[in-house]
T-cell receptor, first 116, second 114 residues
């Protein structure tokens, strides 16, 4: 069965520090997709990245980077030089291709607080 | 392009009442999914609609239902409200069937049941 674990419930950092949010997933499928979403205090989930299981190349987008390792079933998210605006709850999600229509399974989320 | 819109944004109901929430997807998106978010259970999948058909349903009682119209707009209905139904209800749309496509979320409807 699908499962997503985000072991870090809450993280606090001081502005300009780097921070890594962990995501570990479980799946029986060989084809699956991983996602990260940000949920600021306003409540709307904001899409950050989508990665399929065949693409293990790390990705960098500005201050954001993602490290996908199938060997450890992890898809970690790093924010470099964090800013106060990065304060939010971050969710990792998994979707399996064979669970047609199953939709996403979300992790419990990690609340990130960036202090000035 | 306009994002996913949800109405109303806030709702207060009492136990036993019923409620209908509305979601308008991004133009061109045919799949609409609904999620319930609570502090205790996190984000849980309710159901997904594609071309007016329910494709899948999460583990929720029959009091939770939904439908999709020909213009892809969707509504979800909760009957006989219980205190535990208080939650943020999020709607998401995607181009295809939603299983693996990126889902774009609306701002949510915050339902409070008294």
């Amino acid at each position: 069965a699908q499962k997503v674990t985000q072991a870090q419930t809450e993280i606090s950092v001081v502005e300009k520090e780097d921070v890594t949010l962990d995501c570990v997933y479980e799946t029986r499928d060989t084809t699956y997709y991983l996602f990260w979403y940000k949920q600021p205090p306003s409540g709307e989930l904001v899409f950050l990245i989508r990665r399929n299981s065949f693409d293990e190349q790390n990705e960098i987008s500005g201050r954001y980077s993602w490290n996908f390792q199938k060997s450890t079933s992890s898809f970690n998210f790093t924010i470099t030089a964090s800013q106060v605006v990065d304060s939010a709850v971050y969710f990792c999600a998994l979707s399996e291709e064979n669970n047609y229509g199953q939709n996403f399974v979300f992790g419990p989320g990690t609340r990130l607080s960036v202090l000035p | 392009k306009a994002g996913v819109t949800q109405t109303p944004r806030y709702l207060i109901k009492t136990r036993g009442q019923q409620v209908t929430l509305s979601c308008s997807p991004i133009s061109g998106h045919r799949s609409v999914s609904w999620y319930q978010q609570t502090p205790g259970q996190g984000l849980q999948f309710l159901f997904e609609y594609f071309s007016e058909t329910q494709r899948n349903k999460g583990n929720f009682p029959g009091r939770f239902s939904g439908r999709q119209f020909s213009n892809s707009r969707s509504e979800m209905n909760v009957s006989t409200l219980e205190l535990g139904d208080s939650a943020l209800y999020l709607c998401a749309s995607s181009l295809d069937q939603g299983g693996t496509d990126t889902q774009y979320f609306g701002p949510g409807t915050r339902l409070t049941v008294l």
